[in-house]
Protein backbone atom coordinates (compact mmCIF):
# COMPACT_ATOMS: atom_id res chain seq x y z
CA UNK A 1 0.00 0.00 0.00
CA UNK A 2 3.05 2.31 1.23
CA UNK A 3 4.28 1.84 -2.81
CA UNK A 4 0.78 2.54 -4.13
CA UNK A 5 0.54 6.11 -2.33
CA UNK A 6 4.25 6.89 -3.86
CA UNK A 7 3.36 6.22 -7.13
CA UNK A 8 0.61 8.10 -6.81
CA UNK A 9 2.32 10.95 -4.90
CA UNK A 10 5.43 10.79 -7.79
CA UNK A 11 3.16 10.75 -11.16
CA UNK A 12 1.04 13.97 -9.32
CA UNK A 13 4.03 15.79 -8.16
CA UNK A 14 6.02 14.96 -11.74
CA UNK A 15 2.38 16.35 -13.36
CA UNK A 16 2.57 18.99 -11.42
CA UNK A 17 6.02 20.50 -12.26
CA UNK A 18 5.61 19.49 -16.13
CA UNK A 19 2.67 22.13 -15.61
CA UNK A 20 4.11 24.26 -14.29
CA UNK A 21 6.99 24.57 -16.34
CA UNK A 22 4.75 24.78 -19.41
CA UNK A 23 3.10 28.15 -17.68
CA UNK A 24 6.13 29.14 -16.24
CA UNK A 25 5.50 33.02 -17.62
CA UNK A 26 2.06 32.76 -15.47
CA UNK A 27 3.83 34.01 -12.14
CA UNK A 28 -0.06 32.18 -10.60
CA UNK A 29 -0.02 29.10 -12.43
CA UNK A 30 3.21 28.40 -11.42
CA UNK A 31 2.59 29.28 -8.12
CA UNK A 32 -0.19 27.30 -7.77
CA UNK A 33 1.43 24.35 -10.33
CA UNK A 34 5.39 24.31 -8.60
CA UNK A 35 4.02 24.56 -5.01
CA UNK A 36 1.66 21.66 -5.63
CA UNK A 37 4.25 19.95 -6.51
CA UNK A 38 6.45 20.41 -3.82
CA UNK A 39 4.10 19.56 -1.89
CA UNK A 40 3.67 15.92 -3.38
CA UNK A 41 7.73 15.88 -3.25
CA UNK A 42 7.50 16.69 0.69
CA UNK A 43 4.53 13.94 1.33
CA UNK A 44 6.71 11.61 -1.04
CA UNK A 45 10.02 11.92 1.08
CA UNK A 46 7.71 11.29 3.96
CA UNK A 47 6.17 8.38 2.98
CA UNK A 48 9.19 6.26 2.03
CA UNK A 49 11.47 4.75 4.17
CA UNK A 50 14.60 6.40 2.79
CA UNK A 51 16.34 5.84 5.87
CA UNK A 52 16.37 2.02 5.50
CA UNK A 53 18.02 2.07 1.83
CA UNK A 54 21.12 0.66 1.35
CA UNK A 55 23.91 0.38 4.18
CA UNK A 56 22.23 2.07 7.12
CA UNK A 57 24.53 5.25 6.86
CA UNK A 58 23.86 5.29 3.34
CA UNK A 59 20.04 5.81 3.74
CA UNK A 60 20.44 8.42 6.41
CA UNK A 61 23.21 10.54 4.54
CA UNK A 62 20.53 10.08 1.27
CA UNK A 63 17.48 11.34 3.84
CA UNK A 64 19.22 13.89 5.20
CA UNK A 65 20.55 15.18 1.71
CA UNK A 66 16.79 14.74 0.38
CA UNK A 67 15.18 16.98 3.15
CA UNK A 68 17.86 19.34 3.07
CA UNK A 69 17.03 19.87 -0.58
CA UNK A 70 13.27 19.91 -0.17
CA UNK A 71 14.11 22.66 2.86
CA UNK A 72 16.22 24.43 0.60
CA UNK A 73 13.37 24.36 -2.59
CA UNK A 74 10.70 25.34 0.11
CA UNK A 75 12.97 28.80 1.12
CA UNK A 76 12.87 29.38 -2.71
CA UNK A 77 9.18 28.71 -3.57
CA UNK A 78 8.13 30.83 -0.45
CA UNK A 79 10.47 33.79 -1.82
CA UNK A 80 8.98 33.55 -5.17
CA UNK A 81 5.90 33.90 -3.14
CA UNK A 82 6.94 36.81 -1.40
CA UNK A 83 7.98 38.47 -4.73
CA UNK A 84 4.84 38.25 -6.45
CA UNK A 85 2.48 38.72 -3.48
CA UNK A 86 0.24 41.40 -4.82
CA UNK A 87 -0.37 39.31 -8.07
CA UNK A 88 -0.94 35.98 -6.24
CA UNK A 89 -3.29 37.95 -3.57
CA UNK A 90 -5.12 39.52 -6.52
CA UNK A 91 -5.94 36.20 -8.32
CA UNK A 92 -6.83 34.07 -4.78
CA UNK A 93 -10.19 34.44 -5.15
CA UNK A 94 -10.54 32.76 -8.77
CA UNK A 95 -8.02 30.00 -8.07
CA UNK A 96 -9.32 28.65 -4.84
CA UNK A 97 -12.98 27.01 -6.50
CA UNK A 98 -10.56 25.43 -9.10
CA UNK A 99 -11.08 21.36 -8.97
CA UNK A 100 -6.81 21.25 -9.10
CA UNK A 101 -7.20 23.22 -5.51
CA UNK A 102 -10.52 21.98 -4.17
CA UNK A 103 -9.07 18.10 -5.27
CA UNK A 104 -5.94 18.98 -3.05
CA UNK A 105 -7.36 20.55 -0.35
CA UNK A 106 -9.56 17.91 0.75
CA UNK A 107 -6.80 15.22 -0.07
CA UNK A 108 -4.35 16.95 2.18
CA UNK A 109 -7.40 17.13 5.18
CA UNK A 110 -7.40 13.29 4.45
CA UNK A 111 -3.73 13.23 4.87
CA UNK A 112 -4.12 15.21 8.14
CA UNK A 113 -7.08 13.00 9.36
CA UNK A 114 -4.62 9.89 9.16
CA UNK A 115 -2.15 11.16 11.37
CA UNK A 116 -3.96 10.21 14.45
CA UNK A 117 -4.15 6.76 13.04
CA UNK A 118 -0.60 6.20 12.68
CA UNK A 119 0.45 7.82 15.86
CA UNK A 120 -2.18 5.50 17.45
CA UNK A 121 -3.77 7.72 19.61
CA UNK A 122 -7.43 6.26 19.66
CA UNK A 123 -7.86 3.05 21.88
CA UNK A 124 -8.56 0.87 19.04
CA UNK A 125 -6.70 -2.18 18.05
CA UNK A 126 -3.69 -1.93 16.71
CA UNK A 127 -4.71 -3.18 12.92
CA UNK A 128 -7.73 -1.35 12.90
CA UNK A 129 -5.48 1.36 13.42
CA UNK A 130 -3.01 0.70 10.69
CA UNK A 131 -5.94 0.05 8.66
CA UNK A 132 -8.03 3.38 8.36
CA UNK A 133 -4.30 4.83 8.57
CA UNK A 134 -3.20 3.30 5.03
CA UNK A 135 -6.76 4.13 3.65
CA UNK A 136 -7.15 7.75 4.80
CA UNK A 137 -3.60 8.08 2.99
CA UNK A 138 -4.54 5.96 -0.41
CA UNK A 139 -7.68 8.03 -0.79
CA UNK A 140 -5.58 11.43 -0.47
CA UNK A 141 -3.01 10.38 -2.61
CA UNK A 142 -5.71 9.24 -4.82
CA UNK A 143 -7.25 12.86 -4.69
CA UNK A 144 -3.40 14.49 -5.30
CA UNK A 145 -3.13 12.52 -8.52
CA UNK A 146 -6.90 13.17 -9.38
CA UNK A 147 -5.88 17.00 -8.46
CA UNK A 148 -3.28 16.65 -10.91
CA UNK A 149 -4.90 15.95 -13.89
CA UNK A 150 -7.94 18.43 -13.14
CA UNK A 151 -7.73 21.53 -14.96
CA UNK A 152 -6.59 25.31 -13.54
CA UNK A 153 -10.32 26.41 -15.93
CA UNK A 154 -10.83 29.99 -14.16
CA UNK A 155 -7.08 31.04 -15.01
CA UNK A 156 -7.33 29.87 -18.76
CA UNK A 157 -4.19 27.11 -18.30
CA UNK A 158 -4.00 23.33 -18.13
Known amino acids: MEWTQAAFLCWAGVLHFRRGRRNHGD ?8 GLALLCASFLA ?6 SWGTPLFGKT ?7 LLVISWLGFARFL ?27 SLYLASWPFEKELFSLPENTMKFWGQLLQIFACTLF ?5 AKLSQLGTE
Open 62 to 68: LEAVLRG
Open 46 to 51: RELDID
Open 82 to 108: WKNFKLLYQAFPSTTGTPVIVLTVIGG
Open 27 to 34: PVAWAVFG
Open 145 to 149: FMGSL
